[in-house]
């Protein structure tokens, strides 16, 4: 199975400040074939299911505000929001679909510092 | 709007079964892939099973092979996951989520499932 490690599990930025998220993949996630890095990354709210926000590693999710951005090819990946917002407070996954079985990292909490 | 509305779940003893259902709408439901994923209370996401858009392929996790199965009714827009043998390790609540090729959108609002005795 591929593993997948986010960092840091938690974090405090101040609001209209730069978060920054990691995730590392146990083995890399760009397809040979389609030149695309099989990865997203989802946000969820507390008591909520998880929102799509980028897919294909950098794609924007059609009403995903701006300041979500996402980076990174191979094993590793980044995704960043600008600006933070006091709505950004949530949990953070990435998720591989790679290969199967899929697999989620473990989340990092994001709170208002 | 595109809608997915889990159902079933509930409080069951180790050993026992339940069977969850997803209502689909909004969309035509053989046109797309089907999961389910789960989360344990307070932990992070785990996908379980999928299935293809006619149902012809069924893939699981290890750990519920041989004890959970997922199918599909195109002419009721609904998808089910049957569950056998339930184990104290499978209590979360699980989430029907459409596949828009590989991408994991929407997932609806989830079923608590509870094993205990």
């Known amino acids: 199975d591929i593993v997948m490690s986010q960092s840091p599990d938690s974090l405090a930025v101040s609001l209209g400040e730069r978060a920054t998220i990691n995730c590392r993949s146990s083995q890399s996630l760009l397809s040979s074939s389609n030149k695309k890095n099989f990865l997203a990354w989802f946000q969820q709210k507390a008591g909520q299911p998880p929102k799509l926000l980028i897919y294909w590693a950098s794609t924007r999710e059609s009403g995903v505000p701006d300041r979500f951005s996402g980076s990174g090819s191979g094993t590793d990946f980044t995704l960043t929001i600008t600006s933070l917002q006091a709505e950004d407070v949530a949990v953070y996954y990435c998720?591989?679909?790679?290969?199967?079985?899929?697999?989620f990292g473990q989340g990092t909490r994001l709170e208002i510092k | 709007e595109v809608q997915l509305v889990e159902s079933g779940g509930g409080l069951v003893q180790p050993g026992g079964s339940l069977r969850l259902s997803c209502a689909a709408s909004g969309f035509t439901l053989g046109n797309f892939w089907l999961h389910w994923v789960r989360q344990a209370p307070g932990k992070g996401l785990e996908w379980v099973a999928n299935?293809?858009?006619?149902?012809?392929?069924?893939y699981y996790v290890d750990s519920v092979k041989g004890r959970f199965t997922i199918s599909r009714d195109n002419g009721k827009s609904s998808l089910t996951l049957q569950m056998n043998r339930l184990r104290g390790e499978d209590s979360a609540i699980y989430y029907c989520v459409r596949g828009r090729g590989w991408i994991f959108d929407p997932w609806g609002p989830g079923t608590l499932v509870t094993v205990s005795s």
């Open positions: 998720q591989q679909y790679y290969g199967a079985p899929i697999t």
């Open positions: 299935i293809n858009e006619d149902g012809s392929e069924e």
